[in-house]
């Protein structure tokens, strides 16, 4: 039995709640778990063995390691979230119920007396947050705390990001304790108190201009405290930021962004607090002052079971919009993949550290095996899918496809995301039937035997068919001319959540004897199609104009020339091919990521581009009140059970990562990612043309190959870039220019 619950961050009131005043705490979806176990896991956490003797009860085992960042706590009240999340798995194992409002008051009563019988100065803010969850105003009543929900101005953007160093203040509590009664001393706290109502009334009357203006009085009266205690309570990278980011330094007055220090010592969280969102270049800006941008969000619910299933998968409500998310660490993204996916970050590290298969498994997959290839594994963000977000995993050794797919997918979000819709999972068995003398004696006769030929299908296939598949139609086709004396009989195969090749050919196998016996005929060839044109997937997107507009070009313009460039493809095979080309960018690399058979996928899209007799584009756009709509179909068999998932860490975690329930979810994301490559594609040919972006991309990996490291890299990147000479030996003359070296030298370096 497991409870997890949520940490939190102080907004307002920080210091003024242990005086009585009230403070605005957030829920964050960052959560503690704790467990009911045996003896030997149990947590030694004081707080925890405390709330373990009040309920007299064994101790939970916890894990508090999503608090922390590369090995730091971020102050988001993990002894708080461990008591609450202690009591809800004890009372949870004991059949309350934590979705019980009075179960969860009940959890917060234990754990606030738990919590302050190992810190008795604690204001329990924390400990409401963890046990409610959602924004909740908090201020103390006597010897117990008031504490309710309180929603959140719409207008209001609050990020957090992460001071690059720890700062640790709590030892300005203790300085608080002997000083409090001097006067500069009780100004600023009488300041802080002052925001900390301004802050609850703003909440109250839901204006999000006025929490910000109280947050700003809060950051003010936090630096004036600081400097009478001569302890910085807020850091000198807010100031920096600042300045970087052109605002005015907060001591001048009222502010349309805030960043605000969260808490009251021990914390390394700075919000951001404005009516609006940074921007990319923002968090760019902040991140080099040293606020690194941290991904976390409201987490709506407070203590709840950590085994609740389907429920607590809806809770999660994945986002794929990720801000600043390519400015991140390795490490840091990949958490925030975690967060957002609901991954187990230990999992993830263990899938994906080092291409996540090894030689011995390797060798048992196929032959001659004498080591491990591995691919670069991204993830394409933004996606959403008839109205969910969901997060893509790529495979893929080419720079800027999952860049541009990103970008195309944000834009399409703007307007509204993609809607998408998959045909049954249906393959086809052939079976070749040869000489066989009467062509029309055979139709009747196979025909005829429908019914007997489909139950000889499903029993070749009992799993299937136990799993809701199996063969579902037949069609009977001759070929070629008399002479030939040639027919294909297809049996179509409902393959549910498999890719389908080895039960398709299972049934193509079993069939083809007795076919040849209806058909008085010899049998040949009986293997599956991969032209699977009634398992085809249909997306499409309208991007309002607005949405497409560059630096240089309104989005009506480029609209219309990527109607243009639909045209064109529509128009010439030559061009389709290539068009084609930019959509399997993206529908491969979600394929390879989740372990499916990207081969058959291309043959399929291929051959079905080509079903006219004529080589035709799979994505057309076309402009529709000032929007530009595009609709992407192709057949796309994959699959989510067996196959390479049986043996492959990394693409069960990919495909973990996407949600995706059933394979016809799956197709639906890869043919979405492919509509977003296609869109990245025409816009960028419709403005500025492929290579500028494509180039920018592709020098980092160009000044790798010249031998820079490290920062190197972006230098030498970008000035191979300002050069327009993206060369190995350009970014050799560019290194060796950063390093101060002799032109040639740099030759050494690389080799
Ligand atoms: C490059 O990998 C793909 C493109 O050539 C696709 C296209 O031309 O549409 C950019």
């Given amino acids: 039995m497991s409870a997890r619950a949520p940490g939190k961050l102080f907004v307002t009131g920080a210091y003024a709640v242990l005086d009585g005043h009230p403070a605005v705490v957030l829920a964050v979806d960052r959560y503690v778990t704790a467990r009911v176990v045996e003896y030997e896991h149990a ?33 988001l009240g993990s002894s708080a979230a461990a008591a609450v999340a202690a009591a809800g798995a004890i009372l949870a194992f004991r059949g309350e119920d934590l979705d019980d409002a009075s179960v969860r008051r009940q959890v917060l009563d234990i754990a606030l007396a738990a919590h302050r019988d190992v810190q008795p100065r604690g204001s329990g803010a924390d400990v409401a947050a963890a046990a409610l969850g959602g924004a909740v105003i908090v201020r103390k009543s006597g010897e117990g705390l008031d504490a309710s929900p309180v929603t959140l101005p719409p207008r209001l953007c609050w990020h957090a990001l992460a001071l690059s160093r720890s700062m640790r203040t709590s030892d300005a509590l203790d300085a608080l304790a002997t000083r409090s009664s001097e ?13 900390a109502h301004a802050g609850e009334d703003a909440l109250q009357r839901g204006s999000a201009e006025e929490f910000v203006a109280a947050g700003a009085a809060h950051v003010r009266a936090l630096a004036s405290l600081g400097q009478t205690l001569d302890r910085p309570l807020a850091p000198p990278e807010l100031d920096r930021a600042r300045q970087v980011l052109g605002l005015r330094p907060i001591a001048e007055g009222a502010a349309d962004v805030v960043l605000l220090p969260s808490g009251a010592g021990g914390g390394d969280v700075v919000l951001w607090l404005a009516t609006r969102a940074p921007s990319d270049d923002e968090l760019v800006a902040l991140a080099k002052a040293g606020l690194e941008p941290l ?97 893509a995993p790529m495979v893929v050794e080419e720079p800027s496809v999952v860049a541009a797919a990103s970008n195309a997918a944000r834009i399409v979000r703007e307007g509204g995301g993609f809607t998408a819709e998959a045909d049954e999972p249906i393959v086809a068995a052939q079976v070749q039937l040869l000489e066989v003398h009467d062509v029309e004696d055979a139709h009747r006769a196979i025909e005829a035997a429908r019914a007997e030929i489909l139950a000889k299908a499903d029993a070749a296939v009992p799993g299937l068919v136990a799993r809701g598949g199996g063969a579902r139609d037949l069609r009977a086709r001759t070929l070629g001319g008399p002479e030939d004396q040639m027919m294909v009989v297809d049996v179509f195969v409902d393959c549910r959540d498999a890719m389908g090749a080895n039960l398709v050919n299972s049934v193509a196998e079993a069939i083809g004897g007795r076919l040849a016996e209806l058909a008085h005929a010899r049998v040949g060839f009986r293997i599956l199609s991969n032209l699977c044109d009634r398992r085809c997937v249909r997306v499409r997107c309208r991007v309002p104009f607005e949405a497409l507009a560059t630096d240089d070009m309104s ?10 460039g639909s045209r064109f493809a529509e128009l010439d095979s030559y061009r389709a091919t290539t068009h084609n080309k930019g959509i399997m960018n993206g529908v491969d690399a979600v394929v390879m990521a989740t372990g499916n058979d990207w081969r058959a996928v291309e043959a399929g899209a291929h051959a079905f581009a080509a079903r006219d007799g004529r080589y035709k584009p799979l994505a057309t756009w076309r402009r529709e009140q000032n929007h530009l709509v595009g609709s992407l179909e192709l057949p796309l068999a994959l699959g989510i059970v067996g196959g390479t998932l049986r043996i492959h860490p990394a693409a069960r975690l990919a495909l973990k990562m996407t949600g995706a329930r059933t394979a016809m979810e799956l197709a639906m994301l890869a043919a979405c990612v492919g509509l977003s490559s296609n869109l990245a594609a025409l816009r960028a040919m419709a403005s500025d043309g492929i290579q500028r972006g494509h180039m920018g991309l592709h020098a980092r990996s160009v000044a790798s190959a010249a031998g820079a490291t490290g920062d190197l890299v972006e230098k030498v990147a970008k000035r191979i870039c300002e050069l327009g000479d993206v060369t190995v030996d350009g970014a050799r003359r560019a290194l060796a220019a950063e390093l101060d070296l002799p032109p040639t030298s740099t030759t050494v370096l690389a080799e």
């Avoid at 006067?183 to 925001?195: C, G, N, Y």
């Avoid at 263990?350 to 670069?376: C, F, Q, R, W």
């Fill in 295 to 391: 991904r976390l969000s409201l987490s709506s619910r407070g203590v709840h079971r950590a085994d609740a299933g389907d429920a607590e998968r809806k809770e999660m409500a994945r986002t794929s919009r990720i801000p600043g998310f390519f400015k991140l660490s390795v490490e840091a993204r990949r958490r925030a993949i975690a967060e957002s996916a609901d991954l187990n970050m230990h999992e993830l590290d263990a899938a994906i550290s080092h291409g996540g298969l090894d030689v011995s498994t390797s060798d048992k997959t196929i032959e001659n095996v004498i080591g491990v290839y591995a691919l670069p594994f991204a993830t394409t963000l933004n996606v959403r899918i008839n109205g969910h977000d969901v997060i």
């Fill in 43 to 75: 947590s030694t956490r004081p707080e925890v063995v405390a709330v373990a003797r009040r309920l007299d009860a064994d101790v939970p085992a916890i894990d508090a390691s999503p608090l922390e960042e590369r090995g730091r706590k971020l102050g």
């Fill in 183 to 195: 006067r500069e001393v009780a100004r600023a706290l009488a300041a802080i108190a002052e925001a």
């Fill in 555 to 564: 989005g009506a313009q480029v609209a219309r020339g990527m109607e243009e």
